[in-house]
């Protein structure tokens, strides 16, 4: 199979194009040690302390969302590539570099927006004179304080990893046509790769849940999920920059996913479906019991859904990431081959994963549509 060179010089044109968004972190908001302050019998001294590890802070750094990505380190300050922060606000649409928050998450750096102040907390934007009249728990649930941040449409490591594995996905499947464009006889290299993904998705899934006769209708939605959800799977299996996100472990990516399986299989619904759910073969009288149960029932579909990717995902981060901090708890090295036996083994299993709530995903999706557009014989 013969590739074309487009698609590389594009990318290293994109490369080069994003070599302004690399910086240094500011060394007095990014410093790693803190700044206490001994009363000493003959005055005041001043001690540096190495600020104590804490699992559960690295974790959820690593898990949640964020509006840069964290490359390296070099020589105490981070390196790291900044996104496009694009907020609503209440003077209209602003934009500008993440590098503006200088790595400040704690709501303490204030950035100037024409004529704007604005802090950063736990990777929600609020308005610095709004943020100071919330109390602890509104800060920690800032996403639902509408009137004190902006609506925020920033181009986060989630929405950028989301953005490159659709051009993946879409590259791919351009390179496979053309494949089969100039080549009738067997697919070879990369097309030979996919048909039989392909083929596996339609005999195994589509088929054997919607029918012969309508299953073609909903290929291309199957084909999309499957690949799109296994994709954005093993980009966040890669710990290094630009993959290394959990949008799959994100719950509203999974809940959009489910929303929209649940879309498909309401409008996909015939006749005979939704007589079952609004008038569901039982006496009357149970109707105002089963009528509500049936509709709980529509809408747990989606939701088991959303809650069993997003889980799994998530869970596989959170071990692979614990196994990690046992080195830095212990403080020890002696920790590291133990430790990093069991990450090379949840690394390997987590592929296993990868693909399994793909297919898991797709097939329950297949399965409620098939269930919506499934012709009941009346006698």
């Known amino acids: 199979m013969v590739f074309s060179n487009k698609p590389v010089q594009f990318l290293l044109v994109a490369l080069v194009a994003s070599i302004p968004y690399f910086g240094f972190a500011n ?18 001294q001043t001690a540096h302390e190495k600020k104590e590890f804490n699992a559960t802070d690295l974790i959820n750094s690593h898990i949640g969302d964020s509006h840069e990505f964290h490359i390296a380190d070099w020589d105490g300050h981070p390196i790291s590539f900044y996104l496009p922060v694009i907020l609503w606000t209440n003077n209209g649409l602003e934009i500008f570099s993440a590098e503006q928050f200088h ?6 750096h204030v950035v100037s927006v024409n004529g704007q102040r604005l802090v950063r907390f736990n990777e929600v934007i609020f308005y610095a004179d709004k943020f100071e009249s919330l109390t602890e728990d509104q800060r920690e649930n800032g996403a639902f304080e509408f009137d004190a941040r902006p609506l925020d ?8 990893s989301m953005f490159m594995s659709a051009i993946v996905l879409f590259l791919l499947f351009l390179a496979v046509a053309r494949s089969y464009k100039k080549n ?13 993904l392909v083929v596996f998705v339609r005999d195994e ?4 849940n919607i029918g012969e006769k309508k299953y073609a209708k909903y290929m291309p939605y199957l084909l999309t999920i499957f690949f799109f959800i296994w994709i954005n799977n093993l980009i966040g299996l890669i710990p290094f920059f630009p993959f290394s996100s959990n949008l799959t472990g994100n719950i509203y990516f999974t809940f959009v996913l489910a929303f929209i399986t649940f879309l498909v299989t309401s409008f996909s619904g015939n006749k005979d479906y939704w007589k079952h759910i609004l008038t569901p073969p039982v006496p009357k009288a149970l109707y105002p019991i089963m009528i509500p149960v049936e509709i709980i029932g529509m809408l747990t579909k989606p939701f088991a859904l959303m809650i069993r990717l997003f889980a799994n995902i998530t869970a596989g981060h959170i071990i692979i990431l614990s ?10 090295v002696a920790v590291s081959p133990i430790s ?10 987590e592929m296993l994963v990868a693909a399994l709530q793909a297919y898991v995903f797709t097939l329950l999706s297949a399965l409620f549509i098939g269930q919506a557009v499934a012709e009941h014989d009346h006698h």
């Open 340 to 349: 990093g036996a069991f990450v090379l083994f949840m690394s390997v299993l």
């Open 205 to 208: 899934i589509a088929i054997p």
């Open 103 to 108: 790595h400040d998450n704690s709501g303490e």
């Open 27 to 44: 060394p007095a908001v990014d410093s790693l040690s803190v700044v206490n302050e001994a009363v000493a019998e003959h005055g005041v």
């Open 184 to 196: 009738q006889l067997a697919p070879k290299g990369l097309a030979g790769f996919l048909e039989p």
């Open 323 to 332: 196994l990690i901090s046992l080195i830095f708890i212990f403080e020890t």
């Open 153 to 160: 449409f920033s181009i986060t490591k989630n929405v950028f």
